[in-house]
T-cell receptor, first 115, second 112 residues
């Protein structure tokens, strides 16, 4: 099966600019996650979707970050305006559902550099 | 919330030797413990996972043990090979939502 697709692979922007990341999960996977991975750290959950509804966005900095999953398939994550501390790899993951037999499958991420 | 600590941060072993990475978690309600391998420029890849009703699980050269009482779990890699070199992350989650809390990672280097 095709894996989780993310684009772009790399993005360099100046602080206060906006940026958007795109994710296409594995076909049929109902649950989609966005994680932020700062260099040298483990991934940190930003937001979880179940189909097109938000399950948990408690760790999403909502003053500058937004995410949507229209039609319950693809998802976009946006940052506006970006700060230097947003430099990180943004990982998208998907799983078949919320059950206990639903491991997460990650994409290769988008590396964001904010200058 | 959940807190996962991982040790060591770096580990070098000779090819053929064993490697052990340890993690502790804080939330006694956590019931799912996956391990991920992340190679440079790629996303984390699940290599093995264990649920709280099992004490040990093995898959070829990889094994994971879980001690619920002490709230720690470990990854064991035997007969290491150069291609095992990567960053390994442990994680924990509660319930069925699969909201993983990750450890800080271990850079494993297998020396030929």
């Amino acid at each position: 099966e095709a894996g989780v697709a993310q684009s772009p692979r790399y993005k360099i922007i100046e602080k206060r600019q906006s940026v958007a990341f795109w994710c296409n999960p594995i076909s049929g996977h109902a649950t989609l996650y966005w994680y932020q991975q700062i260099l040298g750290q483990g991934p940190k959950l930003l937001i979880q979707f179940q189909n097109n509804g938000v399950v948990d966005d408690s760790q999403l900095p909502k003053d500058r970050f937004s995410a949507e999953r229209l039609k319950g398939v693809d998802s976009t994550l946006k940052i506006q305006p970006a700060k230097l501390e947003d430099s990180a790899v943004y990982l998208c993951a998907s799983s078949p559902g919320q059950g206990k037999n639903s491991p997460l499958h990650f994409g290769n991420g988008t590396r964001l550099t904010v200058t | 919330g959940e807190n996962v600590e991982q040790h060591p941060s770096t580990l070098s072993v000779q090819e053929g030797d064993s490697a052990v990475i340890k993690c502790t978690y804080s939330d006694s309600a956590s019931n799912y413990f996956p391990w991920y391998k992340q190679e440079l420029g790629k996303g984390p890849q699940l290599i093995i996972d264990i649920r709280s009703n099992v004490g040990e699980k093995k898959d070829q050269r990889i094994a994971v043990t879980l001690n619920k009482t002490a709230k720690h779990f470990s990854l064991h890699i035997t007969e290491t090979q150069p291609e095992d070199s990567a960053v390994y992350f442990c994680a924990a989650s509660t319930g069925s939502a699969r909201q993983l809390t990750f450890g800080s990672g271990t850079q494993l280097t297998v020396l030929p």
